[in-house]
């Protein structure tokens, strides 16, 4: 186990927006967050950083608390008019440690070279952020925190401004986060994607959390009643469940 909670109260200022919150990620799990807007999202992402601090009760971890998450937030909190290259922003993931005056040695330079093919943008690590279309930006900071080399990872909704072709390739990239036994927590809404690629869900709203596997936790009945949508639009989520009647004129076994 990595980190846990059981009983937490996250909020403001002494005010609990959440309450009863409990989850368990250890080394290799890909923990999925999903909620609707104001159900809690941000206060969760906040508290997990030490931002903000738990209203009740506390989160537990092995051992002492990383002194490396890795964080990715959302493409509007950057401002990608500062005046640097794509190579530049996924060498900043190298700059813990260093010191005031540290330099980024040679083997932090191939991390950085092997960060750039891994997320495909090898080809473009001299272009200056403000060419980037948003897809490759998000490619870039995905690049940044596979130098941080941080064994927690945190996403915060890093899909909303990408094509379906390149949020593929990036949940595949965090699949191999986990088989390399990072702990990974996503904060998403494609449904679909959490149901394929994660192994565990915590779902947010009215106040409360519901924590598992996501095809429990993500269930119709559950996304209604935890106000992540209306009855009228749980009809096309009830269709991911069922199964996949075989194609006309496919090959039975």
């Known amino acids: 186990m990595l980190v846990a909670a ?41 508290t997990l950083l030490g931002v903000l601090p738990p209203v009740a009760g506390g989160l537990r971890w092995a051992g002492a608390r990383p002194k490396r998450i890795a964080y990715l937030g959302q493409l509007n909190e950057f401002d990608r008019k500062f005046p640097i290259r794509v190579r530049d922003l996924a060498t900043m993931g190298a700059w813990h440690g260093l010191g005031f005056l540290g330099a980024i040695d040679a083997a932090r330079h191939r991390l950085v070279d092997s960060a750039l093919k891994r997320t495909g943008i090898a080809d473009i690590a001299d272009m200056p952020l403000h060419e980037l279309s948003s897809g490759q930006l998000q490619r870039a900071l995905f690049a940044r925190t596979i130098v941080q080399d941080a064994p927690l990872i945190l996403l915060d909704e890093p899909f909303t401004a990408v094509d379906q072709t390149t949020e593929e390739q990036l949940l595949l990239l965090i699949e191999g986060w986990a088989r390399e036994c990072r702990a990974v927590i996503l904060v998403v809404h494609d449904l679909s994607a959490v149901l394929r690629h994660c192994n565990k869900a915590l779902l947010l709203g009215k106040g409360r959390a519901l924590f598992g596997a996501p095809r429990t936790v993500l269930s119709p009945r559950n996304l209604i009643d935890q106000g992540y949508m209306s009855a009228g639009q749980s009809a096309w989520i009830e269709s991911m469940y069922a199964p996949q009647a075989p194609e006309e004129g496919a090959a039975h076994a």
């Open 6 to 46: 059981s009983q937490l109260d996250l909020g403001y200022r002494g005010q609990a927006l959440l309450r009863g919150v409990g989850f368990d990620l250890a080394a290799g799990d890909i923990m999925a967050v999903v909620g609707h807007n104001g159900s809690g999202k941000s206060t969760f992402v906040k």
